[in-house]
């Protein structure tokens, strides 16, 4: 897999930011900003040469979108999905909750695109509305679908929040042959990941194990308090938040720790790759 470029998602993340600022400070379900960000996407995996959908739905009276990129290229069959959720609450512009998610798996689509990647398996990249109702929109979408094309999702990834500042390294560990792709990767990086408590059906990956697919994914920690133990082998400080602004005004560009978005992108990158060869 191609290594994908740090500066590149961090470039997202400001044009994430802009699209907040321009429409009263956040991209959440029902506002502006949301279907802004789902615009400013779609641009660029239409001109990447993606076969893109806006999928519509309704959740509290408002209407929210899912975007739904399908690369042309490579098997038509059993299919490999990556997926992150772009709308943020209303406190704050949603910087690493999710628009890090959001620019990680944009990146690697992008990539795939570069490389004209011909895999043996279809790729389909998502992004999802209204996750801050209850992951309304990958809800919406599992349901939408036939048994048939169901049972074609080989596997969903899911990525939501993955520049933590004060990082930890978690895989999800709900399918062990998806989570050692994560795991080998990371330690041979050097890094030793945990498996994610704080994800369990938390994310829009639950949508999906709801309905019998196998899922997995990364994650760099939300509102809870790194030991001791992970601030020794992963640096950062003991006794705080993995993010402080977790779902706060403050989660904006300057809430990112950059190492973390670098390899949580690269590993992105690998586990598509991988699976989809
Ligand atoms: N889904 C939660 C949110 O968006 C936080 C979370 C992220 C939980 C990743 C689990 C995994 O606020
Ligand atoms: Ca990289
Ligand atoms: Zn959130
Ligand atoms: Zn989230
Ligand atoms: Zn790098």
Same mark, same amino acid.
């Given at each position: 897999?191609?290594?994908?470029?740090?500066?590149?998602?961090?470039?997202?993340?400001?044009?994430?930011?802009? !699209? %907040?600022? %321009?429409?009263?400070?956040?991209?959440?379900?029902?506002?502006?900003?949301?279907?802004?960000?789902?615009?400013?996407?779609?641009?660029?995996?239409?001109?990447?040469?993606?076969? +893109?959908?806006?999928?519509?739905? +309704?959740?509290?009276?408002?209407?929210?979108?899912?975007?739904?990129? $399908?690369?042309?290229?490579?098997?038509?069959?059993?299919?490999?999905?990556?997926?992150?959720?772009?709308?943020?609450?209303?406190?704050?512009?949603?910087?690493?909750?999710?628009?890090?998610?959001?620019?990680?798996?944009?990146?690697?689509?992008?990539? !795939?695109?570069? /490389?004209?990647?011909?895999?043996?398996?279809?790729?389909?990249?998502? #992004?999802?509305? %209204?996750?801050?109702?209850?992951?309304?929109?990958?809800?919406?979408?599992?349901?939408?679908?036939?048994?048939?094309?169901?049972?074609?999702?080989?596997?969903?990834?899911?990525?939501?929040?993955?520049?933590?500042?004060?990082?930890?390294?978690?895989?999800?560990?709900?399918?062990?042959?998806?989570?050692? !792709?994560?795991?080998? #990767?990371?330690?041979?990086?050097?890094?030793?990941?945990?498996?994610?408590?704080?994800?369990?059906?938390?994310? $829009?990956?639950?949508?999906?194990?709801?309905?019998?697919?196998?899922?997995?994914? +990364?994650?760099?920690?939300?509102? /809870?308090?790194?030991?001791?133990?992970?601030? $020794?082998?992963?640096?950062?400080?003991?006794?705080?938040?993995?993010?402080?602004?977790?779902?706060?005004?403050?989660?904006?560009?300057?809430?990112?720790?950059?190492?973390?978005?670098?390899?949580?992108?690269? /590993?992105?990158?690998?586990?598509?790759?991988?699976?989809?060869?």
């Amino acid at each position: 897999a191609p290594d994908i470029d740090v500066a590149a998602v961090q470039q997202d993340l400001k044009e994430l930011q802009s !699209v %907040a600022e %321009a429409n009263g400070g956040n991209r959440a379900h029902g506002r502006p900003g949301y279907r802004a960000s789902l615009d400013h996407l779609k641009q660029k995996l239409d001109a990447a040469g993606f076969t +893109t959908t806006v999928q519509e739905f +309704t959740s509290g009276g408002s209407t929210g979108y899912n975007l739904i990129a $399908d690369w042309p290229k490579g098997g038509t069959g059993a299919t490999v999905m990556t997926g992150a959720h772009l709308d943020s609450v209303r406190s704050g512009p949603g910087i690493n909750d999710n628009g890090s998610g959001s620019a990680g798996v944009l990146e690697t689509a992008l990539a !795939v695109a570069k /490389a004209d990647l011909e895999p043996k398996k279809h790729l389909r990249f998502a #992004w999802w509305g %209204a996750e801050e109702q209850g992951m309304v929109g990958s809800g919406h979408y599992v349901d939408s679908l036939s048994k048939d094309e169901l049972g074609k999702i080989d596997a969903y990834l899911n990525f939501d929040m993955i520049g933590s500042p004060n990082a930890g390294h978690f895989v999800y560990d709900d399918d062990p042959a998806v989570e050692s !792709v994560f795991t080998d #990767w990371f330690r041979a990086k050097g890094v030793r990941t945990e498996p994610s408590e704080e994800t369990n059906g938390r994310s $829009d990956h639950a949508s999906f194990k709801r309905a019998g697919v196998t899922v997995g994914g +990364t994650f760099t920690g939300a509102g /809870a308090r790194k030991t001791r133990a992970q601030a $020794d082998k992963w640096g950062g400080t003991a006794g705080e938040p993995y993010d402080a602004c977790y779902h706060s005004s403050c989660d904006d560009t300057s809430n990112i720790d950059e190492k973390a978005l670098d390899l949580h992108s690269d /590993a992105i990158a690998h586990a598509v790759w991988t699976l989809s060869s």
